[in-house]
Each structure stands twice: as C-alpha cells, then as structure tokens.
C-alpha cells in the first residue's frame, strides 16, 4: 500500500484535471477514477467538490 499512491500531496496538473472532468462525466466510480489517475479516493474526491463535480459513489 505504501507503493500504491507515490502521488501523495503532489498538485493536480491540467491534464489530470481536465481527465478526471472527462471521466467523471462518463459516470465512472470512485474507485475507477482513483486507478485510472492513480491517487486516493480522498484526493479524487476533494478535488471533484473543489471543481463542483459529481462523483458516482458505486464501489
């Protein structure tokens, strides 16, 4: 698990913004969105409530 999220902390690029936007509009779940950027689910959902998003919570 210590391996798992290397990202820890680091600041969202642009590209990564603008593919968690994409994706989140497709309707993907948590738990994808967290594998497909590679960061927690807690970072994927701060950022969607700081970007006014809506997340699909299905696991």
């Known amino acids: 698990m210590a391996d798992k999220f290397l990202r820890h902390k680091q600041p969202w690029t642009s590209d990564e913004i603008q593919k968690l936007h994409r994706l989140a509009a497709k309707g993907m779940s948590l738990k994808a969105l967290s594998k497909a950027l ?22």
């Open 38 to 59: 590679t960061r927690s689910e807690e970072s994927i959902q701060a950022r969607a409530k700081q970007d006014g998003l809506k997340v699909s919570k299905l696991r």
